[in-house]
T-cell receptor
Framework: DTEVTQTPKHLVMGMTNKKSLKCEQHMGHRAMYWYKQKAKKPPELMFVYSYEKLSINESVPSRFSPECPNSSLLNLHLHALQPEDSALYLC??????????????FGDGTRLSIL | GESVGLHLPTLSVQEGDNSIINCAYSNSASDYFIWYKQESGKGPQFIIDIRSNMDKRQGQRVTVLLNKTVKHLSLQIAATQPGDSAVYFCAENLSGGSYIPTFGRGTSLIVHP
């Protein structure tokens, strides 16, 4: 079992819905990430939080809104998504600092389908 | 053998054979490299990493080789098993700052029993 837990595992929503994806880790990691992954493609970075502060936003549309309530939790709020947003959304965490020489730990993702 | 096309490169091997998955990285300043395994329906799983001051590192049944001259990374899997079937991604990172890895496009490994 992965040490990064994501819920829900599957989500189907209409373009007018509002939903949230959740991610939790208890490894004491202080860097957390959201990725989007399309089929047969590598993960694409969306957001990075470092010590609960947003440090990187890879020009993600505002219909995706991240939130880091505390050092163990990461949310991704979704509103007015488009069909092309259907994908696997992955959360990851890593030890912050260390010069970046630490691997990421990934959850198993939320499979999102937009109708 | 290995086929590379517009879609995910695929490597097909027989159970028990050794597998070699290759990756070309882009940034000559990258100094930390990671291999991930992603099984169907799961997130990427860390396999092994290597820093740029090394050219080889071994784990359990896996070996990573780094050739900085030609910016090439490879993952060798000994005695490949059906459970090794997955997509394998290499990732490169530039240390000294935030950990923002750049993922390669991935290789699909198919192990035939």
């Amino acid at each position: 079992d992965t040490e990064v837990t994501q819920t829900p595992k599957h989500l189907v929503m209409g373009m007018t819905n509002k939903k949230s994806l959740k991610c939790e880790q208890h490894m004491g990691h202080r860097a957390m990430y959201w990725y989007k992954q399309k089929a047969k493609k590598p993960p694409e970075l969306m957001f990075v939080y470092s010590y609960e502060k947003l440090s990187i936003n890879e020009s993600v549309p505002s219909r995706f809104s991240p939130e880091c309530p505390n050092s163990s939790l990461l949310n991704l709020h979704l509103h007015a998504l488009q069909p092309e947003d259907s994908a696997l959304y992955l959360c990851a965490s890593s030890q912050a600092g260390g010069g970046g020489n630490q691997p990421q730990h990934f959850g198993d993702g939320t499979r999102l389908s937009i109708l | 053998g290995e086929s590379v096309g517009l879609h995910l490169p695929t490597l097909s091997v027989q159970e028990g054979d050794n597998s070699i998955i290759n990756c070309a990285y882009s940034n000559s300043a990258s100094d930390y490299f990671i291999w991930y395994k992603q099984e169907s329906g799961k997130g990427p799983q860390f396999i092994i990493d290597i820093r740029s001051n090394m050219d080889k590192r071994q784990g359990q049944r896996v070996t990573v080789l780094l050739n900085k001259t030609v910016k090439h990374l490879s993952l060798q899997i000994a005695a490949t098993q059906p459970g090794d079937s997955a997509v394998y991604f290499c990732a490169e990172n530039l240390s000294g700052g935030s950990y923002i890895p750049t993922f390669g496009r991935g290789t699909s490994l198919i192990v035939h029993p």
